[in-house]
């Protein structure tokens, strides 16, 4: 399963009313596991920059004055996604909107919700009510987020890369969609691998035992499992 982690960063909230993507970053999952294939552009959007989404991203006008536009990066981008990839984003309807604005636009085919995986949806159902921004999920999850102190497109998508195997689970991800969930509509595009996990005994010596009995006893009143021994000897 191919998987693309990924974030935009922008010169506003609609590309409907004007505005434009001045970066893009992504890194590649295969299984779960970064493959260390990464996609990043800084886009020139052939508009102004306001001021006030620059204290954001520090992208200035100047600075993407000689940048490439995204007519010129988009087929570097669809062969990159291919035909397999299925997209992570945080709070991914912002970001495929003007992915496919600027597909849509160039003739190129856009992208389906289907093929979409919103980790901000499922922070909300993992947290109910916690805040759930990417820096909040670091946080929560303590992945390093120190080199954030603009928004960046590909550090952030590596962070989001991080957050998304915590919210899987961790080292053995495994997904927890629940059915009636338009978190993931594909259910069959995201499988993991099973581990099974085997119980493990272990046996106490008498000399032990005796320890965590007079522990208990000491410790602890009318503990249920002393008394259910009790009842158990008295039977």
Not at 8 to 35: Q, S, W, Y
Not at 209 to 214: S, V
Request: charged fraction near 30%; aromatic fraction near 10%; include cysteine.
């Amino acid at each position: 399963m191919r998987e693309i982690c990924f974030d935009t960063e922008t010169t506003g909230f609609d590309p409907e009313t004007g505005d434009r993507l001045v970066e893009i970053g992504a890194v590649e999952l295969v299984n779960h596991l970064p493959t260390g294939n990464i996609f990043h552009e800084y886009i020139n959007p052939e508009r102004d920059v306001p001021e006030e989404v620059v204290k954001v991203h520090g992208l200035t006008n100047e600075f993407l004055a000689d940048k490439p536009t995204f007519a010129q990066i988009a087929q570097k981008w669809v062969d990159f996604i291919g035909d397999d990839g299925i997209f992570v984003a945080h709070n991914a309807q912002f970001d495929m909107k003007f992915i496919n604005y600027e597909l849509k636009k160039l003739g190129y085919e856009v992208y389906e919700w289907d093929r979409v995986v919103d980790t901000l949806a499922i922070a909300k159902n993992e947290f109910p009510g916690a805040r759930n921004n990417l820096d909040a999920l670091c946080r929560r999850f303590n992945i390093d987020n120190s080199a954030r102190t603009f928004h960046g497109a590909l550090l952030d998508a590596q962070l989001l890369a991080e957050v998304y195997l915590q919210l899987l689970g961790g080292d053995e991800p495994s997904i927890k969609f629940v059915q009636g969930d338009n978190t993931h509509k594909n259910y069959d595009k995201i499988k993991t691998a099973k581990v099974e996990i085997k119980e493990r005994h272990f046996i106490l010596s008498a000399q032990e035992e005796e320890i965590h009995r007079a522990f208990m006893e000491k410790n602890l009143k009318n503990a249920l499992w002393l008394q259910d021994e009790v009842k158990v000897e008295n039977a």
